[in-house]
Nanobody, 120 residues
Framework: QVQLQESGPGLVKPSQTLSLTCTVSGGSITALRYYWSWVRQPPGKGLEWIGY???????YYSPSLQSRTSISRNTSNNHFSLQLSSMTPEDTAVYYC????????????WGKGTLVIVSS
């Protein structure tokens, strides 16, 4: 059973950079045909895909967030991370990490999510 757990600050000031980590257990982030993803949900809105890092370490970002987004990984510790710069109150959301299957092109495992509030 694959488990994902987000960690990071719950409060970020405007203009700062958000750093979140997703620790994965029960499966390797280098296993082929999986894409390790970040998704967010602002209050009262739908899910928004941020980006992912593939099992080979290639990254893909949402065009609307690409200029502010960086996703990296640590294969030794089996975790991957999100950095989102120049945060504004509009970035307030529950941030999720999830595994996207390249076979079904659907998310098969999710973290519980972590609420990030952007406020001074």
């Amino acid at each position: 059973q694959v488990q994902l757990q987000e960690s990071g600050p719950g409060l970020v000031k405007p203009s700062q950079t958000l750093s979140l980590t997703c620790t994965v257990s029960g499966g390797s982030i280098t296993a082929l045909r999986y894409y390790w993803s970040w998704v967010r949900q602002p209050p009262g809105k739908g899910l928004e895909w941020i980006g992912y890092i593939s099992s080979r370490g290639n990254t893909y970002y949402s065009p609307s967030l690409q200029s502010r987004t960086s996703i990296s990984r640590n294969t030794s510790n089996n975790h991957f991370s999100l950095q989102l710069s120049s945060m504004t109150p509009e970035d307030t959301a529950v941030y999720y990490c999830a595994r996207l299957s390249g076979s079904s092109w659907s998310y098969d495992y999710w973290g519980k999510g972590t609420l990030v509030i952007v406020s001074s």
